[in-house]
Nanobody, 122 residues
Framework: QVQLVESGGGLVQAGGSLRLSCAAS??????MGWFRQAPGQAREFVAA????????YYADSVKGRFTVSRDNGKNTAYLQMNSLKPEDTAVYLC?????????????????WGQGTQVTVSS
């Protein structure tokens, strides 16, 4: 059983930056994904990173602004968010799944964190 805990969310002005962290309870032998969900909207893929960190994947809406990374020695994944926009406001969740296949679909992830709120003011 893997437990994931996100941190680093908060309130930031448009154009600002935040760095989210996702700490795992044990050694991360999974690909890691970041999703977000705004009130009344479906859960949306944000970014994912493969087992070794060599492969990364991004939603078009965040490409060039967000960077996903991981430190397997610290059992932690990160999401660096720059040039934030009000439309980035959501609860951000990290998730883990076995490596390989489609990283974009939330239903393929086995473990989920509770989420951290990100609010971007205009």
């Amino acid at each position: 059983q893997v437990q994931l805990v996100e941190s680093g969310g908060g309130l930031v002005q448009a154009g600002g930056s935040l760095r989210l962290s996702c700490a795992a309870s044990g050694r991360i032998r999974f690909a890691m994904g970041w999703f977000r969900q705004a009130p009344g909207q479906a859960r949306e893929f944000v970014a994912a990173i493969g087992l070794s960190g060599g492969n990364t994947y991004y939603a078009d809406s965040v490409k060039g602004r967000f960077t996903v990374s991981r430190d397997n020695g610290k059992n932690t994944a990160y999401l660096q968010m720059n040039s934030l926009k009000p439309e980035d406001t959501a609860v951000y969740l990290c998730a883990a799944r076995p490596a390989g296949g489609n990283y974009y679909e939330s239903r393929l992830y086995d473990y989920w964190g509770q989420g951290t709120q990100v609010t971007v003011s205009s």
